[in-house]
Structures are given as structure tokens and as C-alpha cells.
């Protein structure tokens, strides 16, 4: 290690059970925290999972509520606390991805119900302190100890329905988190550690989730890195890549997980000069000598996504996208020029391989 070591590391209380059938450990769970009629939360679309969910748990649930939606909503998170109240729930298990535990979190900010989640994605929104609410398509978003998870259940079994294409992206979106945690400005060694990792299970495992999605051996490699990776955004600031992934989510409503998947290898060829010990550690992870044309050359043989105009951004949003992200400054390993964050989304825009 060239420079000397100098960090501030706060872990963050939270139990993690993980394992093929651990789902099946969610009324032992519950019990422990001490709560007795949990509100079950999931979108429209897995209300079925909800349900068996709900079943499994018997007396220690109030009722399913499967009305969660992607950026939660205000309108959708004020129901959910009405609902939450009308049935006296003392605690909430969102089963799903980001969506629905973001709408747990909503209801955990405002009443502090204790939540247990359990993530069918990659996302990571269980393992962050971080909520967001949309409002007239703003999206406001904030960091709160009331809303981090008690307890995590992974169960690889949950996400073999995840559709191949989501499961791609999904991945792509947990290795965001790992690649902005390396060059983060509040970086420790034991985060670093679970960022290499988290990058190289999902790398190694999602090409396997994609050819066979109901090996459970590669979704739990799969959701071992997402735990890790989670564990990582919840842990540091993220930087360049993660604010223009808000920005094109924010103003021009494109999907979250797509998004983060075709602007990681040109946030990270941008950045890659600045981050040399992200570089390397990477580069280790991906087994590669170029970690933005590996993880470019990774979505492609995924078979996702691979440029802006595909997810139907329009070439005259660009500037629009530039004033957003150059507006206030952050921490970023490079300076964020305008003509930087134009060109890199030139590149985006066509999916030309990135350039570091
Ligand atoms: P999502 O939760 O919106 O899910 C996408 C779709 O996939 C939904 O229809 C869902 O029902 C379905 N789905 C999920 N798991 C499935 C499964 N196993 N089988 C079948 N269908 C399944 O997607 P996401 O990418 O997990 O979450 C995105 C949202 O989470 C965004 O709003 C993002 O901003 C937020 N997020 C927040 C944080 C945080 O720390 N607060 C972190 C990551 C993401």
C-alpha cells in the first residue's frame, strides 16, 4: 500500500441470515425482534411471493399490502402508513427489491417500525441507511438510522424468478456500488475488501445466472456479492457515476438497474486515471488488465444494455444531464468538468467502448 493508512469506520447494526431455504427462518426472525403483527410489503407483481410469505408466518402478520412502486412515491408511501396504522402493524417484511424495501423505509422514517427484509434483487437497498421519496418527479433522498433494515433474510431460492435481463443489470447495479466504494472519499480497508470481493462473486456468478437462471449455486453467488456490494453503498459516499445515473433516472425516467448497467464502464474509464488503487483492485476482481472495458465487454455477453439511445435517452438531453451533475461539487477522484461529463456521455449515448 503506497500511502499511509487513514480512515473513520462505523459499522452499521445489522443481522444477516443467508441461505438456500432461509426464507424459511423469517418467524424466528420476527420473533426476536420482538414483534407480533408485521405488515408483509411487495409490488403488485410479487404479491404471490408476498403471500407465501405471509403464509409462512402465520400469527405474527396483520396483513399484505403489494402496492409498492419504483422511487416510492409519496402518495404510495402515505397509503402504506395509513394501512400500516389501520391494522396496528408493529413492524414491516418487505420482500422484494429495492422498491419495496424503499417503501418499508418510508414507513419506518415517519413511525420507526422495525423492518425485515428480504431482497429478491441485487439492488442492495437492504444493507443502506438511505431512503427516497419522489415528489412531482423530484426524487428527494436522505440518510436515517431508523430506516436501515434489523435484519436481512437472502434466500438465492427467491430470486430464481428474477427475469435474466433484470438479473443482469441488477448485477451490474450491485458492482456500482462496489466500484464507487473503492475510490470513495470515506474508503476503509474493510470496506475495500468487501468491494473486490463483491465484484468478483457477481462477475464470476452472473454470466452463470443468465444461461441457467435456476442454478441456485450461481444466484447464491450472485446474492452474496449483492450483500457485499450492498454493504458497501451503505457504508461510503458515492461519487460521479452514481450522481449521473440520478440525474438520467430523475429527469428523463429511465429504469434504474438499465441505467447504472450502460454508464458504469464509462463513469468508471473517466474516473480510472484518478483511482489507481481501484484500478488495481478491480482489476484483480474482474481478472482483467482494463476494468471498464471488462465490465463493457461483461454486459455484452450478459446480454444487456449497453448505450444510452437503447434505454430511449434522447442526444439533446445531454446538456441537460451536464448542468445537473457539474451544478454543486462532491467528492469525485477526477474534477468533474463539463466537457468531461459531455464527452463521457457522448460515448453512453452510442455505446462506443469506453476509454480511460
Ligand atoms: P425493483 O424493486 O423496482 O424491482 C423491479 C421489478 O422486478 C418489480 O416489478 C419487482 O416486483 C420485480 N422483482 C423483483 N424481484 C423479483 C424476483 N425475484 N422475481 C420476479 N420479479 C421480481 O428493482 P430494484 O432495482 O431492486 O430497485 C430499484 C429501486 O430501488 C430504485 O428506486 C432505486 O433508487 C432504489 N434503491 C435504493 C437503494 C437505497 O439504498 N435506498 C439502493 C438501491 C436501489
Redesign the pocket.
Known amino acids: 500500500m503506497a500511502e499511509a493508512l487513514n480512515f473513520t469506520y462505523q459499522a452499521l447494526p445489522m443481522r444477516v441470515v443467508f441461505g438456500a431455504g432461509s426464507v424459511a427462518s423469517l418467524p424466528d426472525e420476527v420473533s426476536r425482534l420482538g414483534l407480533r403483527r408485521v405488515l408483509v410489503l411487495s409490488?403488485p407483481?410479487?404479491e404471490d411471493t408476498a403471500s407465501r410469505v405471509a403464509a409462512a408466518l402465520g400469527d405474527h402478520v396483520a396483513g399484505v399490502h403489494a402496492k409498492a412502486r419504483?422511487?416510492?412515491p409519496v402518495e404510495v408511501a402515505a397509503e402504506a402508513r395509513q394501512v400500516a396504522t389501520d391494522l396496528g402493524a408493529d413492524g414491516c417484511v418487505a420482500v422484494?427489491?429495492?422498491?419495496?424495501i424503499?417503501l418499508g423505509?418510508a414507513i419506518a422514517l415517519e413511525y420507526g417500525l422495525p423492518i425485515v427484509a428480504v431482497p429478491?434483487?441485487y439492488?442492495?437497498?437492504e444493507m443502506?441507511p438511505?431512503?427516497?421519496l419522489t415528489e412531482g418527479g423530484q426524487k428527494r433522498t436522505g440518510r436515517d438510522s431508523r430506516v436501515l433494515p434489523h435484519a436481512v433474510v437472502y434466500d438465492p431460492e427467491?430470486?430464481v424468478?428474477?427475469?435474466t435481463g433484470?438479473s443482469a443489470t441488477?448485477g451490474i447495479?450491485a458492482i456500482a456500488h462496489a466500484v464507487e466504494a473503492l475510490y470513495a472519499p470515506d474508503a476503509s480497508p474493510i470496506i475495500s475488501l468487501m468491494a473486490e470481493e463483491g465484484a468478483r462473486a457477481l462477475a464470476s456468478a452472473l454470466p452463470s445466472v443468465v444461461a441457467a437462471p435456476e442454478d441456485i449455486e450461481a444466484r447464491g453467488e450472485a446474492l452474496y456479492g449483492s450483500w457485499l456490494c450492498g454493504s458497501c453503498?451503505g457504508a461510503t459516499t458515492m461519487s460521479l457515476h452514481h450522481k449521473l445515473c440520478h440525474a438520467l433516472g430523475g429527469s428523463f425516467d429511465l429504469p434504474?438497474?438499465e441505467t447504472h448497467t450502460v454508464v458504469l464502464p464509462y463513469a468508471l474509464a473517466y474516473n480510472a486515471p484518478a483511482a489507481l488503487p481501484a484500478v488495481a483492485a478491480l482489476n484483480r476482481a474482474l481478472g482483467s488488465g482494463d476494468p471498464a472495458r471488462a465490465l463493457f465487454e461483461l454486459t455484452g455477453r450478459l446480454g444487456a444494455p449497453r448505450s444510452l439511445r437503447a434505454l430511449g435517452f434522447p442526444a439533446d438531453g445531454i446538456e441537460r444531464v451536464v448542468e445537473q451533475v457539474t451544478a454543486t461539487p462532491y467528492a469525485n477522484p477526477r474534477a468533474v468538468t463539463p466537457d468531461g461529463v459531455r464527452e463521457l456521455l457522448r460515448s453512453a449515448l452510442d455505446g462506443t467502448p469506453p476509454v480511460g
Open positions: 409490488t407483481e410479487q419504483m422511487h416510492v422484494g427489491g429495492g422498491s419495496t424503499g423505509k429478491t434483487t439492488a442492495g437497498s443502506t438511505v431512503w427516497g427467491l430470486t424468478s428474477l427475469p433484470l441488477s447495479n453503498l434504474h438497474a
